[in-house]
C-alpha cells in the first residue's frame, strides 16, 4: 500500500528503464488513478501502463518539494512518456567578458569562466537594440586585444581607427583609465538590469555639475547621453514604474505541445522575454506544465524575482514568491503582452516548419476548410466553377482543379454552353455539371472531394439538382461570394447555403480568394478566346480562295484581323502569296486596286 504523503513515483519497464516520472500530493490516490478505468483512459495511458513493470517512490514534505524533485530526476533520466522540454534553439545572450577592460558582446555560446552573461533573449531585434544603445552611451572597446595595466604600460598596443572616429577612448595607450573603463561598464550592467532610472540620475547630476564648472563641452556630452538613454526608456517601459522585479508567465497550447513565455520586468521595463515549448506525452494538465516551467525559465534565466504574475491558478506555492493573477491595471496588459509573445512564437514556428515543408500548409489549409464544413475527408482534390458571357453572348464555363491545395492546370476543363443562348448561369452551371461528370463516371475517373461554385444560393442550387438529384452523387457543394468590388466576401456551404464565418486575415480566407480569383481569371481567357476566335472566323471566312491552313498562316503571323487589315500587298504576298494575298487585299481594301 502506498503513503498518502506527497512524493515522486517512478515506473520502471522490464528493462529496468525508468520511463515515467510523476509527482503526486498524494502518491496513494495518484498512482491508483492510472489503473482505474483503463478501459476509458487516453491511448497514451493505456501505452504507459501495459510497459510498466514496478514503481519506486520518494516521499517527500509539501508539493512544491515534488515539484523540484520530480524536474530535477526528468533532467536526469528523461523518461520515455514525460512531457519534456524543447529547446533546440540557441538564442543569443549579452556577455561581459572577465578581463580587467571587459568587452560587450552579443554570443550564442555560454562559457561562464570568460564571462558574465544576461540572456538569453528570444528577439534578435531586442538585444541588438540594446547593444546599440550601450555603445551610443559608451565608447566601450571592440578589438579583442589581451589588454591589461602591464601590457599597456609597456606600450605593446598602437592607436587605431576607432580611437581616431570617437568610437573608443583608447585605453590600450593610456588614454583612458582602468577605474573609468570599469565605471563605464558597471553602469552598462544596470541598463542591461533594467535600472536606467539610477543612471539617468547620474548623468543628470554630472551634467549639471559640467555645467556650474562652465565645462560646457562635456557637459553638452552628458546631455547627449541622457537624452539617448531616456529614449531608450520611453521605447522599453511598458507599464508603471512600481512594477518591479517581477516575472509575468502566460501559457498556450495546441494538441502536442505546450508553450509557455516569461516576461522579466524591471522598473516598469521588460528587460528580457522568453518561450519555451514543452512536448506533451500524457495529456498533461496546463497547471502542471506551467508548474514545471516556471521551475526551468527562473533558473535558466537566474531570476530571483519575489513576484511571478500567472494567467491561471496552480495549486503549488514557490519559496518565499508571490504569485498574482490579475484582472486589470499594469499587470493585466502585461500578462496580455506575455500572451501575444506566446503566439507570436507559434505563429513562428508555424511558418518555419511550413518552410521546410511546403506541403505541410496545404494540408493545414485543407484540414481548416474540412473543420469549418464539417467535412468527412480533408478535400484534397476541389473542382472551382465559373460562368462568363456578354450580355448572354458566347456563354462558357470555366472549371478550375485545385489539388492538394495547388492548381492542376492539366486538369482545367472549359465548356461551351449549348443548351442555352441568353444570360441563364443557372441552366450554364446545370449543363456543365452534367456533362463533366457524367463522363467522369463513364471513365471511371476519380470524383472531387468538393465542388465550389463562385456565387451565391443560386448556383449552388443549381449545382445540387444535378449532382444529387439526376446524378445521385454525394459530393459538397459550397459557394464563394463577392462583394460589390468584385472581391471575395463570404464562404457559404449547406442546402440551404448558410454562411461559414472565416476572418478575412486568416489563411484559409486569402486561400478562398485566390481559388475564386483563378477560376475567374480562366472563365474570362477562355469566353476571350471564343469572341476572338469567332470574330476572326467571320471576317477572313469571306475571303475567296483562303482557306483554313492560310486563315492560320495569317493570325499566326499577324496576331488580329486588324492587323491584316493594314498589312501592305508586299507582306501579304512574301506570306501566302500573290494570288491569294491578292484576294485578302482586295477584301480589305475595296477602294483601292492590288498591284499587277
Not at 501502463?49 to 530526476?73: F, Q
Not at 519534456?84 to 554570443?107: A, N, Q, W
Not at 500567472?310 to 493573477?325: A, E, G, Q, S, W
Request: contains cysteine; aromatic residues 10%; charged residues 30%.
Amino acid at each position: 500500500m502506498l503513503p498518502d504523503f506527497p512524493g515522486v513515483y517512478q515506473y520502471f519497464n522490464s528493462k529496468d528503464e525508468i520511463i515515467y516520472i510523476g509527482k503526486a500530493k498524494s502518491l496513494r490516490k495518484r498512482v491508483a488513478s492510472y489503473f482505474t478505468g483503463l478501459n476509458s483512459a487516453p491511448t497514451k495511458i493505456r501505452v504507459l501502463v501495459k510497459n510498466i513493470s514496478y514503481l519506486k517512490y520518494i516521499v517527500v514534505s509539501t508539493p512544491e518539494e515534488a515539484l523540484l524533485l520530480e524536474n530535477n530526476l526528468i533532467k536526469e533520466y528523461q523518461p520515455r512518456y514525460n512531457s519534456m522540454l524543447k529547446d533546440g534553439k540557441t538564442y543569443p545572450s549579452i556577455c561581459i567578458t572577465k578581463e580587467e577592460f571587459p568587452r560587450i558582446f552579443k554570443t550564442r555560446t555560454i562559457d561562464k569562466e570568460k564571462g558574465e552573461y544576461f540572456g538569453p533573449y528570444s528577439s534578435v531585434w531586442v538585444i541588438d537594440f540594446i547593444l546599440d544603445i550601450i555603445h551610443k552611451l559608451y565608447k566601450i572597446r571592440s578589438c579583442s586585444l589581451p589588454l591589461t595595466v602591464q601590457s599597456i604600460q609597456a606600450g605593446k598596443f598602437n592607436l587605431c581607427l576607432e580611437y581616431h572616429i570617437q568610437n573608443c577612448k583608447a585605453p590600450c595607450v593610456g588614454y583612458q583609465s582602468k577605474e573609468d573603463y570599469q565605471q563605464d561598464i558597471d553602469e552598462i550592467r544596470k541598463i542591461i538590469s533594467g535600472e536606467t532610472n539610477e543612471i539617468s540620475k547620474i548623468l543628470m547630476d554630472k551634467m549639471k555639475s559640467l555645467s556650474s564648472e562652465f565645462r560646457f563641452e562635456e557637459a553638452h556630452e552628458m546631455k547627449r547621453k541622457y537624452d539617448l538613454l531616456e529614449n531608450f526608456k520611453s521605447k522599453s517601459i511598458v507599464a508603471n514604474s512600481i512594477v518591479n522585479n517581477t516575472d509575468v508567465f502566460n501559457y498556450s497550447e495546441d494538441n502536442d505541445f505546450g508553450y509557455v513565455n516569461i516576461l522579466r520586468v524591471s522598473n516598469g521595463a521588460i528587460i528580457q522575454g522568453y518561450t519555451v515549448e514543452f512536448k506533451k506525452q500524457l495529456n498533461e494538465p496546463k497547471e502542471d506544465i506551467l508548474a514545471t516551467a516556471i521551475l526551468e525559465l527562473r533558473e535558466k534565466l537566474n531570476s530571483n524575482s519575489k513576484t511571478i504574475v500567472l494567467p491561471f491558478p496552480i495549486d503549488y506555492d514557490f519559496r518565499n514568491v508571490k504569485t498574482v493573477i490579475p484582472q486589470r491595471g499594469d499587470l493585466k496588459k502585461l500578462l496580455e503582452l506575455s500572451l501575444q509573445n506566446v503566439k507570436q512564437y507559434k505563429l513562428d514556428k508555424l511558418k518555419y516548419t511550413e518552410k521546410l515543408n511546403p506541403e505541410q500548409r496545404s494540408i493545414r489549409i485543407l484540414t481548416e476548410l474540412k473543420d469549418k464544413l464539417h467535412l468527412e475527408k480533408i478535400p484534397f482534390t476541389i473542382d472551382i466553377f465559373d460562368i462568363s458571357h456578354i450580355s448572354g453572348s458566347d456563354t462558357v464555363a470555366a472549371c478550375v482543379v485545385f489539388n492538394k491545395a495547388k492548381p492542376s492546370k492539366k486538369n482545367y476543363r472549359t465548356y461551351n454552353i449549348q443548351t442555352t443562348n441568353g444570360s441563364d448561369d443557372y441552366e450554364a452551371i446545370r449543363e456543365t455539371a452534367r456533362r463533366r461528370y457524367s463522363r467522369m463516371i463513364e471513365e471511371s475517373k476519380p470524383l472531387p472531394d468538393l465542388i465550389v461554385v463562385d456565387g451565391g444560393a443560386g448556383q449552388m442550387g443549381a449545382m445540387h439538382k444535378v449532382i444529387e438529384d439526376e446524378l445521385y452523387l454525394k459530393i459538397p457543394i459550397a459557394g464563394i461570394v463577392k462583394n460589390a468590388h468584385h472581391k471575395t466576401r463570404e464562404l457559404l456551404f449547406g442546402n440551404p447555403p448558410k454562411e461559414i464565418g472565416i476572418k478575412v486575415n486568416e489563411s484559409l480566407f486569402k486561400f478562398l480568394a485566390v481559388i475564386q480569383e483563378e477560376v475567374h481569371r480562366f472563365a474570362i481567357s477562355a469566353h476571350r478566346n471564343k469572341r476572338s476566335k469567332k470574330q476572326t472566323s467571320s471576317e477572313l471566312d469571306k475571303i475567296p480562295n483562303v482557306g483554313v491552313k492560310t486563315k492560320n498562316l495569317l493570325i499566326s503571323h499577324f496576331r488580329s484581323v486588324k492587323r491584316i487589315k493594314l498589312a501592305t500587298f508586299e507582306e501579304l504576298e512574301n506570306l501566302i502569296g500573290t494570288h491569294r494575298a491578292t484576294a485578302v487585299y482586295r477584301h480589305f481594301s475595296t477602294n483601292l486596286t492590288a498591284p499587277e
